[in-house]
Nanobody, 119 residues
Framework: QVHLVESGGGWVQAGGSLRLSCAASGSIFSINAMGWYRQAPGKQRESVAGINSGGTTNYADSVKGRFTISRDNAKNTVYLQMNSLKPEDTAVYYC?????????????WGQGTQVTVSS
């Protein structure tokens, strides 16, 4: 069984910062790509940032220059440092990882963590 557990969400004023963490646990052989998505009320889930096993990153245009994704392979953990937060960043943030386990390669999702940015 593989699990992703997120932490670090909360409430912050516009211009502030938050750091999200997502740790994978279970019978993991290896982790390929990891990423962060978000879903605001009434909107579809969208990709925020991704990082592959080699460390190459990609970002949504709306967060470029403000958010930084990183990963610690030894800890099976991905991070999202969010700076200069805006009210429009308010959403539930989900981590995603493509993981090789005894069940083969599968995509796993965290439970989501709420980020609220007030103006």
């Amino acid at each position: 069984q593989v699990h992703l557990v997120e932490s670090g969400g909360g409430w912050v004023q516009a211009g502030g910062s938050l750091r999200l963490s997502c740790a994978a646990s279970g019978s993991i052989f290896s982790i390929n790509a990891m990423g962060w998505y978000r879903q605001a009320p009434g909107k579809q889930r969208e990709s925020v940032a991704g990082i592959n096993s080699g460390g190459t990153t990609n970002y949504a245009d709306s967060v470029k220059g403000r958010f930084t994704i990183s990963r610690d392979n030894a800890k099976n953990t991905v991070y999202l440092q969010m700076n200069s937060l805006k009210p429009e960043d308010t959403a539930v943030y989900y981590c995603n990882a493509r993981i090789l386990s005894i069940k083969g390669y599968n995509d796993y999702w965290g439970q989501g963590t709420q980020v609220t940015v007030s103006s």
